[in-house]
């Protein structure tokens, strides 16, 4: 066990300056655009899920956020909600990029989850347009609503002073997370045995994605922090972390729960975004996908 615990501290510490770098640049990227994103989404119109997909790939706090008052104003599509949703990853990006892990890899994963976004953004609002095509469509005047700024509320800690104070809230938040996750995963692999976890969950090829759906689900950045470390320790596939990562929308869900009133609604957007996350992880290890 001290070994698992060293182990877990060294590899946990080493990542810490190249994490709050990473963030540090994030913090400036999103300063500079969030504004910008959140009128592209407003204006979106019938191309909602495909600027909803792009804008959510880029590294910004509380952007699912957004994007669900946004729908609960009904200002946004629930096709334009789900690509957000589906393109955003949450603490993915920053925990790959402070690893060292190659910019292709990164780059496909991105582009995977973007191209599902899209395309299922599209045939969710197609579908939904076929259901209510009799239904009036509000006016414009009548889809202007204040959006509250909810950052805070989603404990992402997003101040609007010092970029520097706000990446190093970032990274000692994240930072700890690693450190659990990190020594949950290092345990179970020196109880059970790595062979016997790849067993389990790297070699069922729709036993992963279906759990790793399920953990993406948990309204809150631990799930894209335990779903990258265990992607990095090849305790699951990259079929698996995608399915994960597809349906982890961070806080944006439990946002949605508490401004969106209709609670049959938001089980069916729940249910909607797991079955396209753990359907699309099955998919893509059918096809043997590797990064």
């Known amino acids: 066990m001290f070994e698992v615990i060293e182990e877990t501290i060294v590899d946990s510490v080493k990542i810490l300056p190249f994490l709050f770098i990473t963030y540090l640049i994030m913090e400036y990227i999103e300063h500079k655009m969030k504004q910008k994103s959140k009128t592209a989404?407003?204006?979106s119109g019938k191309y909602g899920p495909l600027i909803g997909g792009i804008v959510g790939i880029f590294p910004q706090c509380g952007f699912s956020v957004s994007a669900t008052n946004l729908y609960a104003g009904r200002v946004i599509t629930l096709g334009t909600l789900i690509s957000v949703y589906l393109a955003t990853s949450d603490e993915m990006l920053p925990i790959f990029i402070s690893e060292g892990v190659a910019p292709i890899i990164i780059i496909k994963v991105l582009a995977v989850k973007l191209l599902i976004g899209i395309v299922a953004g599209f045939i969710i609002d197609f579908v939904i347009k076929l259901i209510?095509?009799?239904?009036k469509e509000k006016t414009e005047e009548e889809k202007e609503?204040?959006?509250?700024h909810l950052c805070e509320e989603g404990h992402c800690h997003c101040e609007d002073g010092s970029i520097i104070k706000s990446a190093l809230s970032h990274t000692i938040n994240i930072f700890a997370f690693i450190i659990i996750v990190t020594?949950?995963?290092?345990?179970?692999?020196?109880?059970?045995?790595?062979?016997n976890i790849?067993?389990?969950?790297?070699?069922?090829?729709?036993?992963?994605?279906?759990?790793?759906g399920l953990v993406g689900l948990i309204p809150n950045c631990?799930?894209?922090?335990i779903l990258t470390n265990m992607y990095l320790e090849n305790v699951i596939s990259a079929a698996s972390m995608i399915s994960g990562l597809l349906t982890g929308a961070g806080v944006g869900l439990a946002v949605l729960f508490k401004t969106n009133k209709n609670l049959k609604e938001n089980l069916k957007i729940v249910g909607i975004l797991y079955l396209i996350?753990?359907?699309s992880g099955i998919i893509l290890e059918l096809l043997?996908?590797?990064i």
């Open 41 to 43: 989404i407003k204006k």
């Open 132 to 135: 209510h095509k009799n239904k």
């Open 145 to 148: 609503i204040e959006i509250e």
């Open 183 to 195: 020594f949950i995963i290092n345990t179970l692999v020196y109880f059970i045995g790595e062979e």
């Open 198 to 212: 790849s067993n389990l969950l790297l070699d069922r090829k729709i036993l992963g994605p279906v759990i790793a």
């Open 222 to 225: 631990a799930a894209s922090v």
């Open 277 to 279: 996350g753990a359907i």
């Open 288 to 290: 043997g996908f590797k």
